[in-house]
């Protein structure tokens, strides 16, 4: 005769485990250290993935809680200008003399001599 006989039992049997909420975070933790990997730690539990996403958001894992995107203050500091104008020169004994436009052709022609030693 086929099929069942009335000594057979069916075991139906739930794929799904349960764990508790210390396993979950004890999960979660592997999660947080340097260099873990999502998919390596879910293979070594048997759970999905995704399984794991989930978890962390439920049990504290600060990085899924924080996904918040906010403004920033930043200070953008103004250069100060800069004249074309300006010259700077170097005299033969390493001293230096910046000058601008305004400066009088006769004038500078007497620092400079004076400081060489002329």
């Known amino acids: 005769m086929s099929g069942p006989s009335a000594n057979e039992q069916f075991v139906v049997m739930d794929a799904r485990r349960r764990r508790s909420r210390e396993e979950k975070r004890a999960i979660v933790a ?3 250290m340097p260099g873990a990997s999502v998919s390596a730690i879910a293979r070594k539990h048997n759970v999905a993935s995704s399984l ?58 007497r620092v400079v001599e004076a400081l060489e030693g002329r």
């Open 30 to 32: 592997e999660l947080l």
């Open 52 to 109: 794991l996403f989930r978890w962390r958001k439920q049990h504290g894992d600060a990085r899924a809680e924080n996904t918040t995107k906010s403004f920033v203050p930043v200070v953008v500091a103004v250069p100060k200008p800069v004249t074309a104008s300006a010259i700077e020169i170097t005299l033969v004994n390493g001293r230096q003399i910046k000058v601008d436009q305004s400066v009088d052709p006769t004038v500078l022609k």
